[in-house]
Nanobody
Framework: QVQLVESGGGLVQPGGSLRLSCAVSGRTFSSYIMGWFRQAPGKEREFVAGVRWSTGSPRYADAVSGRFTISRDNAKNTVYLQMNSLKPEDTAVYYC???????????????????WGQGTQVTVSS
């Protein structure tokens, strides 16, 4: 079994920064993709960023490109989402997820990811 545990959410003013963490534990795999998704009230869950674990190659949604950075620490089995220049529209519950199927690259549909964390709330407000 795989466990994903997010942390680092909170309340921040517009223009501020937060760093989310997602610790991966349990069964290990030789290659996989980690993704960050978010879901705002009344909206569908949407892709934010993803990273191929073996190479560190990232992919970003247009809405966050240039403001968010995804990275991973192999030694700690942890993936991070550094969020800068936050906007009120970034307010959502953020989830990390794991996709074992790597042949299609970093996928952006949430149904492609088989493992999920519990989510962490990010609120951007003055």
């Amino acid at each position: 079994q795989v466990q994903l545990v997010e942390s680092g959410g909170g309340l921040v003013q517009p223009g501020g920064s937060l760093r989310l963490s997602c610790a991966v534990s349990g069964r290990t795999f030789s290659s996989y993709i980690m993704g960050w998704f978010r879901q705002a009230p009344g909206k569908e869950r949407e892709f934010v960023a993803g990273v191929r674990w073996s190479t560190g190659s990232p992919r970003y949604a247009d809405a966050v490109s240039g403001r968010f950075t995804i990275s991973r620490d192999n030694a700690k089995n942890t993936v991070y989402l550094q969020m800068n220049s936050l906007k009120p529209e970034d307010t959502a519950v953020y989830y990390c997820a794991l996709d074992l199927f790597v042949n299609s690259g970093i996928r952006t549909t949430y149904s492609a990811y088989g493992y999920w964390g519990q989510g962490t709330q990010v609120t951007v407000s003055s």
